[in-house]
């Protein structure tokens, strides 16, 4: 199981996993979807339910990699799988991300 704190402009607003069996949750952090001012940090994640989960990383996760040749350029320096797009978002979506989301990965 991999997981990663989901940051929203600095402040924390919830958690990626990863199971084992390669399903995925967002949960989000109960004081961010407590916080009416706070919004969702994706149209396809609303803060009408704490908990989504899916078969597939989140297509707004995976819009957060990079495409084309700088992926494959990332992934072989990396030494990371080409479908392990988690990994992937686990390497690279901590600092220098489009947009206010940052992902920090928990060891």
Same mark, same amino acid.
């Given at each position: 199981?991999?997981?990663?704190?989901?940051?929203?402009?600095?402040?924390?607003?919830?958690?990626?996993t990863?199971?084992?069996?390669?399903?995925?949750?967002f949960?989000?952090?109960?004081?961010?979807?407590?916080?009416?001012?706070?919004?969702?940090?994706?149209?396809?994640?609303?803060?009408?339910?704490?908990?989504?989960?899916?078969?597939?990383?989140?297509?707004f =996760?995976?819009?957060?990699?990079?495409?084309g040749?700088?992926?494959?350029v990332?992934?072989?320096?990396?030494?990371?799988?080409?479908?392990?797009f =988690?990994?992937?978002?686990?390497?690279?979506?901590?600092?220098?991300t489009?947009?206010?989301?940052?992902?920090k990965p928990? =060891?």
């Amino acid at each position: 199981m991999r997981s990663a704190e989901v940051y929203c402009k600095g402040i924390l607003a919830g958690l990626l996993t990863e199971s084992n069996n390669r399903t995925y949750e967002f949960k989000y952090d109960s004081v961010y979807f407590a916080d009416d001012s706070k919004p969702s940090i994706s149209l396809t994640l609303p803060k009408n339910q704490m908990v989504h989960t899916s078969e597939y990383l989140f297509p707004f =996760f995976c819009n957060l990699l990079s495409e084309g040749a700088n992926r494959t350029v990332q992934q072989r320096q990396l030494k990371i799988d080409e479908n392990d797009f =988690f990994g992937l978002l686990l390497a690279t979506a901590q600092y220098d991300t489009i947009g206010a989301i940052t992902i920090k990965p928990i =060891f």
